[in-house]
Every structure is written in structure tokens, then in C-alpha cells.
């Protein structure tokens, strides 16, 4: 019968929830897609409901609706999304965890790693964050931790890529 290595086993990474949380800058970009979604479609129902007489409680109760949606995915979901998104980067492994409702947790090891890179679109660079983006060959192998500070996944890509050139043979 095979043994199953002990949790703390260095050569073995655990399953485990990672250290470090994302920029608190995060809650902000998270709130921005359903503030410039949800406020002209609320906006819109309004209107449509003033306008349209024949339309008036339809429109009543979307906006409303659109206005509840808004304020949930604008409110409660960047704190509940901040809570769980972690990562980590230890000797052997990246971790990553995220989800809301769903948690999904990845480890990959540094051996393993092909391709490192970041990326931020318009609004990351205003508010100076960044994705980190750790892919190995296995389409399943893909850890993607947004919210970090830009400089920092610069930095962490940077390390990561000088990491896994230690390992010349072929993970795959």
C-alpha cells in the first residue's frame, strides 16, 4: 500500500487556502462593470416607464429590479469576492483561490510552469493594478489572479519566469 505524503511535506504542495489577498484597489474595479452596466439600463427603464404609458408597470418593476441588481453587484459582491480571492506564491508552487459562491482552488508547481505573463486593460492601469496570468501545457493548468498591484504581478512575473528556469527538463 502506497503512503500518502504528510500535508507539510515540501515536496508535496497541499491543497490549502493561499496567504496573500489581493489589492483592496480590486473592490473598486469590481464595482465599476455592473455601476457602468446597471445605471443606464436603470436609467433606460425609468424612462421607458415616464415615457410609455402602455409600459408603465413593466418598466417600474425592471428598473426597480435593474436598481436591486445594481446595488448588489455594486455593494455586496466586490466584499464577498475580496474575502475569498488569494494567492500565493511559495518555494515550490502557485496557489490561487477565487469565486464567490463556487471556490476554486489551484495549485501549480514552479516545475510545471510554460508561460508567465500580465495584463491590464483601461481601467486596471487607472486604478494601477494588474493580471497575473501562470499557465501550464494542461488546459486545466491556467491560474489567472486579477486585482493584484500592477507593479507587484510585474514583479512576481518576473520571478516567477527567472524560478522556473531552473528546471530544464520537460514537466509536461
Do not use: C
Not at 465599476?32 to 427603464?45: D, H, M, Q, R, S
Not at 501549480?108 to 483601461?122: H, K, S, Y
Not at 498591484?149 to 524560478?163: G, K, Q, V
Amino acid at each position: 500500500m502506497e503512503s500518502v505524503p504528510a500535508p507539510d511535506n515540501p515536496l508535496h504542495p497541499t491543497l490549502r487556502e493561499p496567504v496573500n489577498q489581493v489589492d483592496p484597489r480590486a473592490k473598486t474595479l469590481w464595482r465599476i462593470g455592473p455601476l457602468i452596466l446597471g445605471v443606464p439600463a436603470t436609467i433606460a427603464a425609468i424612462v421607458v416607464a415616464v415615457v410609455v404609458p402602455d409600459a408603465r408597470w413593466g418598466a417600474t418593476l425592471a428598473a426597480i429590479a435593474l436598481a436591486l441588481l445594481t446595488v448588489f453587484y455594486t455593494v455586496v459582491v466586490p466584499l464577498w469576492r475580496y474575502r475569498f480571492h488569494r494567492w500565493e506564491v511559495s518555494e515550490d508552487a502557485v496557489y490561487a483561490q477565487s469565486g464567490w459562491f463556487v471556490r476554486h482552488r489551484v495549485i501549480i508547481p514552479i516545475a510545471r510552469i510554460q508561460v508567465v505573463d500580465t495584463e491590464a486593460g483601461p481601467l486596471e492601469q487607472l486604478l494601477k493594478l494588474g493580471k497575473l496570468t501562470v499557465t501550464t501545457a494542461s488546459s486545466a493548468g491556467t491560474i489567472h489572479i486579477e486585482g493584484l498591484d500592477a507593479e507587484l504581478a510585474r514583479a512576481t512575473a518576473s520571478d516567477l519566469t527567472i524560478r522556473t528556469q531552473a528546471f530544464t527538463d520537460d514537466a509536461t
